[in-house]
């Protein structure tokens, strides 16, 4: 099973601010098949990348994605006040388990 | 749109056992693999458990492997979890969602106590 550490635990930032989260795998990861979620609370997950870079839908270009093998990125280039929630990543692929993260806390400074 | 609606979750004993269902609509159900996950009060994510489109590949996290079954009813549009030996740590948030993740339930609570 492929484990995911997300990193920072919490980050806290300003609007307006660049906000870089983190995910680390245990083993190297199909870039295909890895996507980051917002979760907000009361809420079900957003998806916001797939495929390590791809934005889902509807998602602002102010969020993107990078890294390959066992390094990905998250990046906010310029934190907006509904943008502060928690953050996941998960690999889904290309066969199970899948796994998330622990996710990241983005927190307003 | 595509919606996907989780039922049957509520309050059991340990022990006890309780099914979810997943109804969608808004896409061709057939085409897509499918997930069940959770997430305990206060905790992150979990997988549970993954079909394929067809039913024939199933796929179980350790933790509820030999517990929990899928199963999809196509015909139906829905999809299935069993959830046998109910234990307090499998009290949680249930959503079902697309395997690609792109879509998922609102979420419905199961919680185990006595």
Not at chain 2, 27 to 31: G, K
Not at chain 2, 86 to 90: G, P, S, T
């Given at each position: 099973e492929i484990v995911l550490t997300q990193s920072p635990g919490t980050l806290s930032l300003s609007p307006g601010e660049r906000a870089t989260l983190s995910c680390r795998a245990s083993q190297s990861v199909n870039s295909n098949y890895l996507a980051w979620y917002q979760q907000k609370p009361g809420q079900a997950p957003r998806l916001?990348?797939?495929?390590?870079y791809r934005r889902a839908t509807?998602?602002?270009?102010r969020f993107s994605g990078s890294g390959s093998g066992t390094d990905f990125t998250l990046t906010i280039s310029r934190l907006e006040p509904e943008d502060f929630a928690m953050f996941y990543c998960q690999q889904y692929g290309p066969s199970p388990p899948y796994t998330f993260g622990q996710g990241t806390k983005l927190e307003i400074k | 749109q595509v919606q996907l609606v989780e039922s049957g979750g509520g309050l059991v004993k340990p022990g006890g056992s309780l099914r979810l269902s997943c109804t969608a609509s808004g896409?061709?159900?057939?085409?897509h693999p499918m997930s069940w996950m959770r997430q305990a009060p206060g905790k992150g994510l979990e997988w549970l458990s993954h079909i394929s489109s067809s039913g024939s590949t199933i796929s179980y996290a350790d933790s509820v492997k030999g517990r929990f079954t899928i199963s999809r009813d196509n015909a139906e549009s829905s999809l299935y979890l069993q959830m046998n030996s109910?234990?307090?740590?499998?009290t949680a948030v249930y959503y079902c969602a697309r395997r690609e993740g792109d879509s998922w339930g609102q979420g419905i609570l199961v919680t185990v106590s006595s």
């Open positions: 916001l990348i797939y495929g390590a509807g998602i602002p270009d | 896409f061709t159900f057939s085409d109910l234990r307090a740590e499998d």
